[in-house]
């Protein structure tokens, strides 16, 4: 049987499209990342954005040139309020790690026999709960350490170095983030309705997802990111109060741990007050832990549903393993990409057995 000719030309026309659709991702796939952060950053200041140009009033030409202003100031204070803040945390983290490893490292080499008693004390647990099956060598434990730290504190310095040499290409990503939050305040609407014209899902159906995507991205950074950061801010504060070597880099662990369910902020300020015990501080050491459990750990439990309100029917468990998921095939960018994906894949899948089922019983 022949094709009729206007089956062909349909087949044509989607080749046509598919790899043109495929040549505009290649273009645009240089700059995912700054239209990702854009509008995560577009749609949690969106809200604020919408008040102050609700009732802008005078002339059509005054009125416009109100929103290009409020678009420009929103654009250039998020830089200023949240990217700058975050790059400056960056520096002083990378100092303190450095400074941290580096005193770990000499103490270690300054006090040999301490090291060794306490590698000797873990070798024979090992040995007692393995019921003598494994066996370790202390002084290769001991050679191994400081090896590990030197070799830490120098993959620290190259890193650092590798990073002063992208703060050119890092500045001309943030300067097209403004670009482009700058046209996102100010003709998000048309630009949200020109990118979903060209998407071939029914409007009701692509309502939802988008609908999806914006709760999904505010629940994450308000109920997780908000939260975690919070717990590490208090949790920095309380290391500052009781002169905790290296607080910010302890802080930014408590800021990884608040996502894994289970563990939580408890996983860094518990050992660090067994540390304080051991070494001879027992009452500081207590007392660190109770402010600790009281303030640290006690925010996830009061603040996470007060921001959530149960919008996140995704259990914690899996948004650890989304994120982490996320990351590791994304990068950065997985940390939000991961938890969204498995949400927007759910809501998808939410809506082909629903739309299944309706075909059923039709």
């Known amino acids: 049987m022949i094709p009729k000719p206007k089956n062909i030309q349909n087949w044509i026309f989607i080749l046509i499209l598919s790899m043109l659709f495929i040549l505009v991702c290649r273009i645009f796939a240089p700059f995912f990342s700054v239209f990702l952060w854009?509008?995560?950053?577009?749609?949690?200041?969106?809200p604020l954005h919408s008040r102050m140009v609700r009732n802008l009033t005078g002339t059509k030409i005054r009125a416009r040139i109100l929103r290009v202003f409020w678009a420009a100031l929103f654009a250039l204070g998020i830089v200023i309020l949240i990217l700058l803040p975050l790059g400056f945390l960056g520096v002083q983290l990378f100092y303190q790690l450095r400074d941290l490893l580096v005193s770990l490292r000499d103490l270690f080499r300054e006090n040999p026999d301490a090291l060794k008693e306490a590698i000797e004390d873990f070798v024979s647990l090992v040995r007692t709960v393995s019921g003598g099956q494994l066996s370790l060598d202390t002084t290769t434990i001991q050679n191994e350490i400081i090896s590990s730290l030197s070799g830490g504190i120098q993959r620290i310095l190259q890193s650092g170095t590798g990073a002063f040499r992208t703060v050119g290409l890092f500045s001309l990503n943030i300067a097209f983030m403004v670009f482009c939050l700058f046209f996102f305040f100010l003709d998000g609407a048309y630009l949200g309705r020109l990118?979903?014209?060209?998407i071939p899902i029914r409007s009701d159906y692509l309502d939802q997802l988008v609908g999806k995507?914006?709760?999904?991205?505010?629940?994450?950074?308000?109920?997780?990111?908000?939260?975690?950061?919070?717990?590490?801010?208090s949790a920095f504060v309380i290391f500052l109060i009781f002169h905790i070597r290296g607080a910010l880099v302890f802080s930014v662990l408590i800021l990884i741990c608040a996502f894994i369910p289970m563990l939580g902020a408890g996983a860094v300020w518990i050992p660090l007050g067994i540390v304080r015990i051991v070494s001879g501080d027992i009452a500081g050491g207590l007392i660190f832990m109770a402010v600790c459990a009281l303030t640290v750990s006690v925010m996830d439990n009061f603040l996470r549903p007060l921001f959530l309100h149960d919008r996140i029917k995704l259990h914690p468990l899996v948004i650890f393993f989304a994120i982490l998921g996320g990351i590791m095939a994304f990068g950065f960018n997985g940390l939000i990409l991961g938890p969204v994906l498995v949400a927007l894949f759910l809501t998808v899948l939410d809506l082909f057995l629903s739309e299944h089922k309706i075909a059923?019983?039709?």
């Open 360 to 362: 059923g019983a039709a």
């Open 195 to 198: 990118v979903l014209h060209t």
């Open 38 to 46: 854009a509008t995560l950053f577009y749609i949690l200041i969106k």
């Open 213 to 233: 995507f914006k709760e999904m991205a505010r629940s994450l950074f308000f109920g997780y990111f908000i939260v975690a950061a919070i717990q590490a801010s």
